[in-house]
Nanobody, 123 residues
């Protein structure tokens, strides 16, 4: 069982940067591929970024590649999402998730979810 708690969301202006975090409980954090998803009002939840359990390979949705960076600190059981050059269309609730697979870019591959943190980007 893994419990995930996101933090760091807020209201920023277009072009700003923001880093959100996800703290995980348990001793086996390094055994999980971690991902970030987001859900905007009236839209389905979508994949944003992932970092694999082995080698820390990272992968991104096309819409955020080059602007967002996912990283993990296994010693602190934490995964981060650094978001730069934010746009109003990045406004969403951002969710952290954990997967037992070595790669995952769909929500069906993730078994544990956080409660989400709101990120609002004003124009």
């Amino acid at each position: 069982q893994v419990q995930l708690v996101e933090s760091g969301g807020g209201l920023v202006q277009a072009g700003d940067s923001l880093r959100i975090s996800c703290a995980a409980s348990g001793r086996t954090f390094s055994s999980y591929t971690m991902g970030w998803f987001r859900q905007a009002p009236g839209k389905e939840r979508e994949f944003v970024a992932g970092i694999s359990l082995n080698f820390g390979t990272t992968y991104y949705a096309t819409s955020v590649r080059g602007r967002f960076t996912i990283s993990r600190d296994n010693a602190k059981n934490t995964v981060f999402l650094e978001m730069n050059s934010l746009k109003p269309e990045d406004t969403a609730v951002y969710y952290c998730a954990a997967s037992t697979k070595s790669y995952g870019s769909t929500e069906y591959e993730y078994v544990y979810w956080g409660q989400g943190t709101q990120v609002t980007v004003s124009s």
